[in-house]
């Protein structure tokens, strides 16, 4: 016996949800399905707990994607405002930390219970444990899953699986897969918002300091991010790092400003007017932690009383804290990463609808697309986008 609906949505993630709702609010009968034992296991352990929600500065130029321009169309009809009335609607306390990123005040098991809540107002079907066998698109149109769980069919299919970070969390290829079953190419893939790794000198020379953090300014491939830097005892991490690591490929050069909004040669030449007997070290120590001073003045800058420097040493040393050259040799992979980077390729699909240009009822959204966001929940923003706008389309064909 094959249980019928309007629409069948695989993933119980922010986008797979997003679109229930909004389907199930226009009157369709939905059906989500998910492989995992609950639902929204990304939400439950983003922003430490607290979920970054959305960004109230979210614009396309926060995305990566081979076509910058697909995600315009969904982002402006569904914009940080729309969540955040959702949020209030629910009585969610929220706070911006920084740079637009919207906080749970209490934990993310709030913007979780809201989706539920949502959807089961819109009398949607949600069920967990249930792993896809095999999908099938027969003669009349329609999609029919074998599942776990029993066959389920309907004319419409989302997919919303997601994409390979975090594996630990049950992310998989199985939507790659499926878009490539029914004629999609999927670009390459690789781990983005994701800690790097140092080999070689440098990670002789800094992984003791593990736990150290400072602000810096990374730059890769003319784009440049100012935030913390955390030293790792595998490599670097911290949100500058996080959000360049999206830029930066094995071999590209990647420098920092280690002390970023400062200018350095003034700052050196007024040491050596005023502090002539202080050592390079312990005036460093004053500007950024005293253990990363420390070994900078160990293995990069000789140290020694400021007024032993010469004018051409001075410039050199400004140079180097100013764009201090960092080899990093990977990164730490998928699993430790935020998101993927790459997926299903947006030339085969509608901008607007999110619907596939090749399989008529077949939508694609969220992770598992090639649209990537920046750190500081611009991710969860085209989740909520994406998925929106293939529920409004799945309700209009409907």
């Known amino acids: ?48 707990g607290r979920c970054n929600f959305t960004n109230t500065g979210a614009t396309p130029a926060n995305y990566l994607s081979a076509n910058p321009h697909f995600c315009k169309s969904a982002l402006a009809r569904y914009t940080p405002a729309h969540f955040i009335e959702l949020v209030e609607r629910h009585r969610i306390a929220y706070h911006e930390k920084e740079l637009g990123q919207l906080f749970c005040d209490e934990s993310s098991k709030q913007v979780v219970k809201l989706l539920l809540d949502e959807c089961a ?40 699986s997601g994409g390979l970070s975090i594996p630990s969390m049950g992310a998989s290829g199985f939507g790659y897969q499926l878009a490539k079953q029914f004629g999609h190419e999927v670009l390459p893939t690789r781990a983005g918002l994701v800690p790097l790794t140092l080999t070689g000198k440098h990670a002789e020379r800094l992984h003791d300091l593990a736990g150290v953090s ?12 100012r935030n913390f830097m955390l030293v790792t005892h595998r490599g670097i991490s911290g949100p500058s790092i996080l959000q360049i690591s999206n830029f930066w490929q094995p071999g590209d050069d990647l420098r920092l400003d280690l002390l970023p909004g400062i200018d350095i040669d003034a700052l050196l030449q007024e040491w050596q007017r ?13 500007v950024m932690p005293k253990r990363f001073a420390q070994r900078l003045c160990e293995h990069w800058i000789a140290n020694k009383p400021l007024r032993q420097y010469n004018a051409p040493e001075l410039r050199g040393i400004a140079g180097l ?24 390729d947006t030339d085969g699909l509608s901008s607007s609808t999110m619907m596939s240009r090749h399989v008529p009822g077949l939508y694609f959204i969220g992770e598992v697309v090639d649209v990537t966001g920046w750190l500081g929940g611009y991710n969860f923003q085209w989740a909520w986008a994406s998925g929106h706008a293939a529920g409004l389309a799945l309700a209009s064909a409907g």
Request: hydrophobic share 45%.
């Open 274 to 286: 005023e502090r002539r007997d202080a050592e390079l070290k312990t005036l460093l120590g004053e």
């Open 321 to 344: 804290l100013s764009s201090w050259p960092l080899i990093a040799s990977g990164t730490e992979g998928y699993r430790t990463a935020e998101v993927t980077l790459g997926g299903v």
């Open 1 to 48: 016996m094959t249980a019928q609906y309007d629409a069948i949505v695989i993933g119980a993630g922010a986008a797979g949800l997003m679109c229930a709702i909004a389907a199930g609010q226009r009157g369709l009968r939905v059906l989500v399905v998910d492989h995992a034992n609950k639902v929204g296991k990304k939400i439950l352990m983003s922003g430490g």
């Open 121 to 160: 107002a819109a009398n949607v079907e949600v069920r967990t444990h249930c792993s896809i066998e095999a999908v099938l698109h027969v003669d009349n149109g329609e999609f029919r899953l074998r599942t776990t769980q029993g066959a389920f069919s309907a004319p419409a299919l989302v997919v919303a």
């Open 214 to 225: 400072l602000p810096v300014e990374a730059r890769c491939n003319d784009v440049i991010f």
